[in-house]
Structures are given as C-alpha cells and as structure tokens.
C-alpha cells in the first residue's frame, strides 16, 4: 500500500503529519509521490478560517473524481475531525460527512498522539511539539474546539527529544504549542484546576502567599520552582516554559525558536531565559489580533493596547535587537473605522516585521459566532486588509528585495 499525507494548515498540523507518517510507514506501507499511485490518502485539515475549510472540501471533492477510477481509501483527520467528534449536538459530523461523502474514515488526531516518532523530512529543522489545544477561548478562535483543551507533553519526553535531535545533529529547533508560554499549568495544577486557578478571587494570592513559594514540580528528582505569571495585577497560571526553553537553549543548539506565544503569559523570567541564550531567536511572533481595546474585549484577549506595547517596550529594553511579528485580524465583528485607525497605530509603534493577516470569518461554535455579528461588508474587510499589509509586510518585502 502506498500512502501520501495532504496537509493544511499551520505549523502544529505539519508536525502531526510527521507523527502520522510513522503510524502509515509502522503499518507497512510506503509514500506515494502523487495522489494518483496513492491507495491511502490522509488529509490532514485545518479550520482556522473558512477559506481553510473550503479548500479541504475541494481537495476531497476532486479526489472523488480520482475514486471513480481506481481503489483509494481517503481518510480525513486533524481540526475538522477534532472539532466534529467534540460537539455534542452532532451537526458538524453531520455536516462534514454529508460534503465529503467519498471519505472512508475520518480519524481524530488523537488516536496519532504523541506518541510516534515523527519521521522527519528535514535534515537541520525539526518542530517539537510541546502541547497541544487552548484554554483561552478567545471569542473568534476554533482552536479550543478542534484540538480541545491545553495537554502538556511531559517535560522528560521533551527534553529527551531534543538531545536525541542534537546527537542527530539537527542545528535548528522550534518548540510548538498553541500558546506555549502556558506550559506546564495542566502538569503542575491538573487538567481540571486551570480555569479554577484562573477564575480565583484577586485577593486569594494576598491571603495565601505561601502557595506560590510551596508549589514545586519534580523533574528527574530535581525540584523546579514553577513560574508564576502575573498579569492584570494576578497571578495567572504556574509555567515550565521559561525553564523548559532554557533547558533546550543550553543544548547548544544554532537556533531555537519557539510559537506561539501570548502576551498575557510572556512573564519576566521568560525574557530573562530569551536575553541571556543568544541562539534563542530574536524575531519572536507575539500574536495582538487589534490594537483597539474595545475589539480586543470582544476578542476575549485579556490586555489592553498599552499593556502589549508595554511587554514590546519591556522586550526591547531587554533585548536590543529584538524583532516581532504578529496575527492580526480584519474586519472583526462591529470594527469601526476608529477600532482599526488603533491597529494601524499600535502597528506603526511597534514596527511589525511581519503579520500574518486574517479577514474575520465565522467559525462553527464560537463565541462570536453566537454573540455577534459578521457586519462588516468584504469590501471594507478587503481594504482594512491592504492597509496593514502595505504598511507592514510590503515595506518588508522590498527590504528583502533589496
Ligand atoms: S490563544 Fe486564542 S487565538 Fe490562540 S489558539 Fe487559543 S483561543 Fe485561539
């Protein structure tokens, strides 16, 4: 049998794909250099934006065409299957196996895991995935409901993973997670206390300060202190990240790089680990979707635009030849003219090297989708889109250019 992987999406699914080929090759079977000597399609799908989404109906409609004429099983797997086997009502499964009737199997990304070694196409890079799904529920992200809530990878396997990539002789590293600055949390406080930790009472952390000096996570018998993000005037969640990338960093790797991460769980310590290892990267992609604070309450991001120039000013001071880029979103529910006006300027103070810029589109579930409206016209979606790209990736792309 030969197989061949079709893959969408971001740098998370790519490394899922690598994990998937072990599966196909322990199975006995070998790559395919096209779909058509393929038996055994797997298309790994991602659902960030519709336009993601309807380009995996197109694929598996055209490969119907291919099933009419020879014997090919096509499976579908990553966020489509995440999001389908997660919601309770039915509806998604529903609606995806009635557009994709040729697919044999659709496979949650789950029954992958982490568990295989990926099989690694590059020589000198190599993602490391570190967790998997999110907590955070922002209001336009599908996130949480395809890939389900945050899971760490134990930190061992981690860590054993990269030493292995060293010996190997793999120059560059990219640690992986959806928000991998929160690391660790769901190993130190357990899956379920996450949302609890987040939702206690400001005050708590006063009353009970020793908790915080207390807690401690035992890695190879050796006690580590957890580091405790404070942010908004709390302290969030406990995280391995910091020590986790120091660890890697003193590896001697070229370069180790890592996504994504969220302001609100940039802590002090982290930057500290980034400025004192010089081969941890120096562009690092800090995500602000809107410059506008009333978009970004919407948006369920838990800073302002002061307190994301405040962490760029904080990164800066720090690290002089620190450069960012970011995922900024269009056209979001209810953006006035004004709204956006506070992105361009947030995005001219910070002087982006490059975003990755989306026009807002509903996805299936999430909050916005149910509390909001999409009410800005495409036009002015598409026009909003063209002033942040000629303002920050057109410039940059001359630079290179030149
Ligand atoms: S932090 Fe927000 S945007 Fe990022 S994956 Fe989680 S819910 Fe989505």
Known sequence: MKYLIHTFGCQQNHADSERIQRNLIGRGMTKARSFKTADYIVINTCMIRESAE???????????????????????????????FRDKTGKFLKKIRETMPQVDEFMPIEEVGFDFAPVRNNRTNAWVPISNGCNNFCTFCIVPFTRGREISRPFKDIIDECLELKKKGYKNI?????????????????????????????????????????????????EIKP????????????????????????????KVDFISSNPWDFSDELISVIARNKNITRLIHLPVQSGSDTVLKRMNRWYTQKQYLNLINKLKKRIPDI????????????????????????????????????????????AASKAFSDNIPHPVKKKRWQILENLINVPNLNKMVV
């Open 174 to 222: 990219t640690l992986l997670g959806q928000n991998v600055n929160s690391y660790g949390a769901d190993l130190i406080l357990g899956e379920k206390n996450i949302q609890v930790m987040r939702d206690i009472n400001k005050t708590y952390f006063k009353k009970n300060p020793l908790i915080l000096v207390k807690d401690k996570f035992r890695i190879n018998d050796k």
């Open 54 to 84: 309807n380009r995996v109906y197109g694929l598996v409609n055209n490969l119907g065409k291919l099933k009419e004429k020879k014997q090919v099983k096509i499976i579908v797997t990553g966020c489509m299957v995440g999001l389908a």
């Open 323 to 366: 450069r960012f880029s970011t995922d900024i979103i269009v056209g979001f529910c209810g953006e006035t003219d004004l709204e956006f006006k506070d992105t361009v300027k947030l995005a001219k103070k910070v002087k982006f090297e490059k975003a990755y810029l989306a026009m807002y589109s509903p996805r299936f579930n999430t």
């Open 227 to 254: 580091v405790y993000v404070k942010h908004l005037g709390r302290y969030r969640i406990p995280t391995l990240f910091p020590i986790l990338l120091d660890e890697v960093a003193k590896m001697g790797f070229d």
